[in-house]
C-alpha cells in the first residue's frame, strides 16, 4: 500500500471510530431521555395509524412489552372494556416475561364489527422499574361477521352492493361478445344465499345490470327479426335469456320476499332503462332513478350510493351536445370495443374501460378510437355509416364514426357547465377532471363531491361502481380520516378485467347494529378449492374491511 493511501486509510479509520462512538453515546442519551414503557399487539393488524384490527373470533389478545413487566403490577392497572364499560368479569391476565395475554371467559365472545379499549396506567411497571409516560388507551376493532346462516338471533342489519354485472341479451352470448356469462352460476349462488340469509337488509344493486351498449356496430342494437324493437324489448330480451334467467328470478324472489329491500340505481350502460320496464322485469324493486340515466340512494343519512358515471365526460348522459340524444361518446366507443370482441375475442386481459384519460375531447376519442383498432387488429371506416343504430335513444339511420366524433367535439366541452346542472352533479367539476374519471378510480371525485367542504352534505361512506376496480380507501389517508370510498368492482367476464371480478360490498351500519362503528367489507366470491370437495361451492373470501366511527 502506497504511503499516501495509508495515511488515508488510518484517518478514515480513526474518524469512522470517533463517528461511531459519538452516535452510541447519542444513542445512549437518547435512551436515557426517554425511559418509558411501550407496547404492541404483535398477533393483530395496526390499521390506519389509529387502531388494531382482530378477527371477532379471537378466544384472547397479546400485548408484547419492550421490558419485562414486573406481575405484581398488572392487577389494577390494566382494564379491557367497550361502549357500556369494564368487562373485568369477562377475562383473566396471564404474564410471561414481556408478554401479557387477556384471556376470555368461556362465556365471553367478542361482538363482531366492535370497537374494544385495553386501558394501561402509569402503574405498571417492568422489572426494571420503567412505566409509561401516562395513560396509554389501545383501540381494537373486531371484524365483522358476514353472510353467515349462524346467528342465535336474526337481526337484519347487513346491507349488500353489487354492480356492474353487464347481462346480455342471447345474441350476445351466441356470438361471444357478452361481457357477462362466465360469472352466471356464481352469482346466482351469491343471490341464494342473501335470499336465506338472516342478516340481509337491502340488496342494492349500482347499476349495468343490464347491458344495451354493448353491441357490435355492424349489428343493429333493435332488430323485429330477433323480436326487439325498441328498449323496453331489448331489456326483457335481456331478462329472459338463458343465460341471466335464474338470477333474474332470484332477484324477483328477493324483492317479493316481504325481508330483503331490492333497491335499483341506473348506471351508463343500462341509462336507457326506466323504472316501469324495471317494474315489469322485477316487480317490487325499488327503482332510485333522479335525472335521465343517473340515480343515487342514501340507505341513512350519511351514506351514499351511485354508480358513478355522473361525473365521467365520455359515459355519463349528454342531453345537450345533440338535443333529443342521451347517450354519450361512450356509447359508440363500446360499439367498436363490441365489433372487436366479436370478431376477434378477447386476446389478452384488460379492462373494459373504453376512454382514455386525456386532456381534451378530440384528443381523448382519438386514443381510444385507436387503441381499440390496435388491440383488436381492426379495420374501420371512419367516414362511412356503418353504425347500425335501427332507433336507439331515437336515431333511426346509421352513423358514421367520424360523424359521431364531429357530433360531439362541436359543443361537449362548451356546454359541460350546462351539462353539470342537467345531471344535478352535487359539485361541478372541471372539464379536465371529468376526462380523467373515465380511466381512474374515482376516489378522489368522490371526496370531491361528497366528503369535504364545499359540498352540500358531508357524507362518511361513498360507495361507487363503474370503474370495474373493487376498493376501499379511508379519505383522507391515515389517522384522521373522515370517510370511506367504496367500489363494488363487477361480474364481467375474468379475462375482460385486470381486476379481480365476482366482488361485493357488505355494510354494517352503526345504527343497525348497536355498535360504535359503520363497517364496510370487500368480498370476493371464489370457489371453495381448498376444501377438498370434487364438487365445491362458492364461498365469500374478505378482501379488506374499513370502519369509520359513528357520529355522536
Same mark, same amino acid.
Not at 390506519?48 to 414486573?70: A, K, P, T, V
Given at each position: 500500500?502506497?504511503?499516501?493511501?495509508?495515511?488515508?486509510?488510518?484517518?478514515?479509520?480513526?474518524?469512522?471510530?470517533?463517528?461511531?462512538?459519538?452516535?452510541?453515546?447519542?444513542?445512549?442519551?437518547?435512551?436515557?431521555?426517554?425511559?418509558?414503557?411501550?407496547?404492541?399487539?404483535?398477533?393483530?393488524?395496526?390499521?390506519?395509524?389509529?387502531?388494531?384490527?382482530?378477527?371477532?373470533?379471537? %378466544?384472547?389478545?397479546?400485548?408484547?412489552?419492550? &421490558?419485562?413487566?414486573?406481575?405484581?403490577?398488572?392487577?389494577?392497572? !390494566?382494564?379491557?372494556?367497550?361502549?357500556?364499560?369494564?368487562?373485568?368479569?369477562?377475562?383473566?391476565?396471564?404474564?410471561?416475561? %414481556?408478554?401479557?395475554?387477556?384471556?376470555?371467559?368461556?362465556?365471553?365472545?367478542?361482538?363482531?364489527? @366492535?370497537?374494544?379499549?385495553?386501558?394501561?396506567?402509569?402503574?405498571?411497571?417492568?422489572?426494571?422499574?420503567?412505566?409509561?409516560?401516562?395513560?396509554?388507551?389501545?383501540?381494537?376493532?373486531?371484524?365483522?361477521?358476514?353472510?353467515?346462516?349462524?346467528?342465535?338471533?336474526?337481526? %337484519?342489519?347487513?346491507?349488500?352492493?353489487?354492480?356492474?354485472?353487464?347481462?346480455?341479451?342471447?345474441?350476445?352470448?351466441?356470438?361471444?361478445?357478452? @361481457?357477462?356469462?362466465?360469472?352466471?352460476?356464481?352469482?346466482?349462488?351469491?343471490?341464494?344465499?342473501?335470499?336465506?340469509?338472516?342478516?340481509? %337488509?337491502?340488496?342494492?344493486?349500482?347499476? +349495468?345490470?343490464?347491458?344495451? @351498449?354493448?353491441?357490435?356496430?355492424?349489428? *343493429?342494437?333493435?332488430?323485429?327479426?330477433?323480436?326487439?324493437?325498441?328498449?323496453?324489448?331489448?331489456?326483457? *330480451?335481456?331478462?329472459?335469456?338463458?343465460?341471466?334467467? +335464474?338470477?333474474?328470478?332470484?332477484?324477483?324472489? !328477493?324483492?317479493?320476499?316481504?325481508?330483503?329491500?331490492?333497491?335499483?340505481?341506473?348506471?351508463?350502460?343500462?341509462?336507457?332503462?326506466?323504472?316501469?320496464?324495471?317494474? &315489469?322485469?322485477?316487480?317490487?324493486?325499488?327503482?332510485?332513478?333522479?335525472?335521465?340515466?343517473?340515480?343515487?340512494?342514501?340507505?341513512?343519512? &350519511? !351514506?351514499?350510493?351511485?354508480?358513478?358515471?355522473?361525473?365521467?365526460?365520455?359515459?355519463?348522459?349528454?342531453?345537450?351536445?345533440?338535443?333529443?340524444?342521451?347517450?354519450?361518446?361512450?356509447?359508440?366507443? *363500446?360499439?367498436?370495443?363490441?365489433?372487436?370482441?366479436?370478431?376477434?375475442?378477447?386476446?389478452?386481459?384488460?379492462?373494459?374501460?373504453?376512454?382514455?384519460?386525456?386532456?381534451?375531447?378530440?384528443?381523448? #376519442?382519438?386514443?381510444?378510437?385507436?387503441?381499440?383498432?390496435?388491440?383488436?387488429?381492426?379495420?374501420?371506416?371512419?367516414?362511412?355509416?356503418?353504425?347500425?343504430?335501427?332507433?336507439?335513444?331515437?336515431?333511426?339511420?346509421?352513423?358514421?364514426?367520424?360523424?359521431?366524433?364531429?357530433?360531439?367535439?362541436?359543443?361537449?366541452?362548451?356546454? #359541460?357547465?350546462?351539462?353539470?346542472?342537467?345531471?344535478?352533479?352535487?359539485?361541478?367539476?372541471?372539464?379536465?377532471?371529468?376526462?380523467?374519471? /373515465?380511466?381512474?378510480?374515482?376516489?378522489?371525485?368522490?371526496?370531491?363531491?361528497?366528503?369535504?367542504?364545499?359540498?352540500?352534505?358531508?357524507?362518511?361512506?361513498?360507495?361507487?361502481?363503474?370503474?370495474? +376496480?373493487?376498493?376501499?380507501?379511508?379519505?383522507?389517508?391515515?389517522?384522521?380520516?373522515? /370517510?370511506?370510498?367504496?367500489?363494488?368492482? *363487477?361480474?364481467?367476464?375474468?379475462?375482460?378485467?385486470?381486476?379481480?371480478?365476482?366482488?361485493?360490498?357488505?355494510?354494517?351500519?352503526?345504527? #343497525?347494529?348497536?355498535?360504535?362503528?359503520?363497517?364496510?367489507?370487500?368480498?370476493?366470491?371464489?370457489?371453495?378449492?381448498?376444501?377438498?370437495?370434487?364438487?365445491?361451492?362458492?364461498?365469500?373470501?374478505?378482501?379488506?374491511?374499513?370502519?369509520?366511527?359513528?357520529?355522536?
Amino acid at each position: 500500500m502506497k504511503p499516501k493511501h495509508i495515511f488515508t486509510f488510518f484517518w478514515i479509520m480513526a474518524f469512522g471510530s470517533q463517528l461511531i462512538l459519538q452516535q452510541s453515546c447519542k444513542k445512549k442519551e437518547t435512551q436515557n431521555e426517554l425511559p418509558y414503557l411501550t407496547v404492541n399487539l404483535p398477533k393483530s393488524v395496526m390499521q390506519n395509524e389509529s387502531y388494531y384490527s382482530l378477527n371477532y373470533q379471537e %378466544r384472547s389478545i397479546e400485548m408484547d412489552f419492550s &421490558e419485562q413487566i414486573d406481575s405484581s403490577t398488572i392487577k389494577g392497572n !390494566i382494564s379491557f372494556s367497550d361502549k357500556y364499560g369494564a368487562l373485568d368479569s369477562m377475562y383473566r391476565t396471564i404474564s410471561s416475561g %414481556r408478554k401479557i395475554i387477556i384471556a376470555f371467559q368461556p362465556g365471553f365472545q367478542l361482538h363482531d364489527g @366492535w370497537r374494544y379499549l385495553i386501558t394501561i396506567t402509569t402503574g405498571l411497571r417492568s422489572t426494571s422499574g420503567l412505566t409509561f409516560q401516562s395513560a396509554t388507551t389501545i383501540e381494537i376493532r373486531t371484524t365483522a361477521r358476514h353472510l353467515g346462516l349462524d346467528y342465535d338471533t336474526i337481526k %337484519r342489519n347487513s346491507i349488500i352492493c353489487i354492480s356492474d354485472i353487464h347481462m346480455g341479451d342471447p345474441r350476445s352470448v351466441a356470438l361471444g361478445y357478452c @361481457w357477462f356469462s362466465k360469472n352466471a352460476a356464481a352469482l346466482d349462488s351469491l343471490l341464494k344465499i342473501v335470499l336465506i340469509s338472516p342478516q340481509v %337488509r337491502q340488496l342494492v344493486i349500482l347499476g +349495468d345490470l343490464f347491458d344495451e @351498449w354493448v353491441v357490435p356496430y355492424r349489428i *343493429s342494437p333493435f332488430d323485429p327479426l330477433s323480436g326487439i324493437s325498441n328498449s323496453r324489448d331489448y331489456f326483457l *330480451s335481456i331478462a329472459n335469456s338463458p343465460v341471466n334467467i +335464474d338470477i333474474i328470478n332470484k332477484l324477483k324472489a !328477493i324483492a317479493s320476499s316481504g325481508a330483503i329491500q331490492l333497491i335499483y340505481v341506473p348506471g351508463n350502460h343500462d341509462m336507457l332503462l326506466t323504472q316501469e320496464i324495471l317494474q &315489469e322485469i322485477i316487480p317490487g324493486v325499488t327503482w332510485q332513478g333522479d335525472s335521465p340515466g343517473l340515480g343515487h340512494y342514501s340507505p341513512l343519512s &350519511e !351514506i351514499i350510493m351511485e354508480h358513478g358515471h355522473r361525473y365521467d365526460f365520455f359515459n355519463c348522459p349528454q342531453p345537450l351536445s345533440n338535443p333529443g340524444h342521451i347517450l354519450p361518446p361512450g356509447y359508440f366507443i *363500446s360499439r367498436l370495443d363490441a365489433e372487436g370482441l366479436m370478431e376477434k375475442g378477447s386476446n389478452k386481459s384488460r379492462g373494459p374501460k373504453t376512454v382514455s384519460g386525456q386532456a381534451e375531447f378530440l384528443t381523448a #376519442w382519438t386514443a381510444a378510437f385507436t387503441y381499440l383498432l390496435l388491440h383488436y387488429s381492426l379495420t374501420v371506416a371512419p367516414d362511412s355509416a356503418n353504425i347500425r343504430m335501427g332507433g336507439i335513444d331515437n336515431y333511426p339511420t346509421p352513423l358514421s364514426f367520424n360523424g359521431v366524433r364531429d357530433m360531439y367535439a362541436g359543443n361537449i366541452e362548451n356546454n #359541460w357547465a350546462s351539462t353539470e346542472i342537467s345531471n344535478a352533479v352535487p359539485v361541478t367539476m372541471p372539464v379536465l377532471m371529468a376526462i380523467l374519471d /373515465g380511466s381512474i378510480d374515482l376516489s378522489l371525485t368522490a371526496a370531491y363531491e361528497y366528503m369535504q367542504p364545499p359540498v352540500p352534505t358531508l357524507y362518511k361512506i361513498v360507495v361507487f361502481g363503474h370503474t370495474h +376496480d373493487p376498493l376501499l380507501k379511508v379519505y383522507p389517508p391515515g389517522k384522521q380520516y373522515t /370517510g370511506i370510498y367504496a367500489n363494488t368492482g *363487477s361480474w364481467v367476464n375474468a379475462e375482460l378485467c385486470s381486476k379481480a371480478v365476482r366482488t361485493f360490498l357488505v355494510i354494517k351500519p352503526a345504527e #343497525w347494529t348497536g355498535s360504535d362503528l359503520d363497517v364496510v367489507s370487500l368480498f370476493q366470491y371464489n370457489l371453495d378449492s381448498g376444501s377438498g370437495n370434487p364438487n365445491p361451492g362458492f364461498i365469500p373470501v374478505l378482501i379488506s374491511e374499513e370502519s369509520i366511527e359513528k357520529s355522536k
